[in-house]
């Protein structure tokens, strides 16, 4: 079956502008976790959601940035105003429970320029 | 907070064994992972082992776990270019959070 898809693979902005990173976990998958990648660094945990609520936003760097999900599937990372340290690849993973293997979408590759 | 670490590079020539150690600090820890990423796609799960066990073989994968000292290691047997990527260590007390070290840059030589 089909696995995690992100949305764009690259994107490219001016500081300032606001993006919308996009994800699509697998199927039937209730848990989605969106991590930052940054050159050199583990992978850093930004939130988690189990169906369409979010229980732990501790992760998020700023208040510049927000997540939602609907329909338990579909979610989106925005990131407003961004900043050049938010350059980095947001990866995206799914998982049938919390305590399952994550499944990792490819990533996009933000670039504030 | 709950730290993962690991080493930033190996090299090794086609044919060696490989080992990529790492060190965690959260002794409730459950599940121990090993994620493989290739470029420009994500993490893959490539073995994990619970943390009431010692060794788990797969295939040319070994790994090993020292709980007193906190030590994880993968050792690839005979590797191959097709194994050069970056491997990531990780740690899981039960719940949904799973902490990652920075991940380990592995180059098979010719």
């Known amino acids: 079956g089909a696995g995690v898809s992100q949305s764009p693979s690259n994107k490219v902005t001016e500081k300032g502008k606001d993006v919308e990173l996009r994800c699509d976990p697998i199927?039937?998958?209730?848990?989605l976790y969106w991590y930052r990648q940054s050159l050199g660094q583990g992978l850093e945990f930004l939130i988690y959601?189990?169906?369409?609520?979010?229980?732990?936003k501790s992760g998020l760097p700023s208040d510049r940035f927000s997540a939602e999900r609907t329909g338990g599937s579909v979610s989106t990372l925005t990131i407003q105003r961004t900043q050049q340290e938010d350059s980095a690849v947001y990866l995206c993973a799914s998982s049938p429970d919390p305590s399952y293997e994550q499944y990792f979408g490819p990533g996009t590759r933000l670039t504030v320029t | 907070g709950e730290d993962v670490e690991q080493s930033l590079f190996l090299s090794v020539r086609e044919g060696d064994s490989s080992v990529i150690n790492c060190t965690y600090t959260d002794s409730s820890s459950t599940y121990l992972y090993w994620y493989k990423q290739e470029p420009g796609a994500g993490l893959q799960l490539l073995t994990y082992i619970f943390s009431n066990m010692d060794m788990k073989q797969d295939q040319r994968l070994t790994v090993l776990l020292n709980k007193k000292d906190k030590h994880l290691s993968l050792r690839i047997a005979d590797t191959q270019t097709g194994d050069s990527a970056i491997y990531f260590c990780a740690e899981s007390a039960g719940g949904f959070k799973t902490i990652f070290g920075a991940g380990t840059r592995l180059f098979v030589k010719a």
């Open positions: 199927s039937g998958h209730t848990a």
């Open positions: 959601f189990q169906g369409n609520s979010a229980p732990d």
